[in-house]
């Protein structure tokens, strides 16, 4: 049985609950913004084109520092 592979998948309406929802363990909070804000971040530059992705495994987003 193969797994499904790890891929960045663009960020939509309909994940973008599920995205906000991954969080980094305790002791790394100090070397990454959450991602609601880099979200917000992003959005105040729209002149940078940010380009909103997540890594996913499959259908679901994953947080890959667990």
Known sequence: MSSPGVHLQEITDD???????LRVRRNQK????SVSQSL????KKPEA????RAVYRGDEPVNLSR
């Open 49 to 52: 084109n940010p380009w909103y």
């Open 15 to 21: 994940d973008r609950d599920a995205v906000r929802a």
């Open 40 to 43: 917000k971040e992003a959005a």
């Open 30 to 33: 100090q070397f990454v913004a």
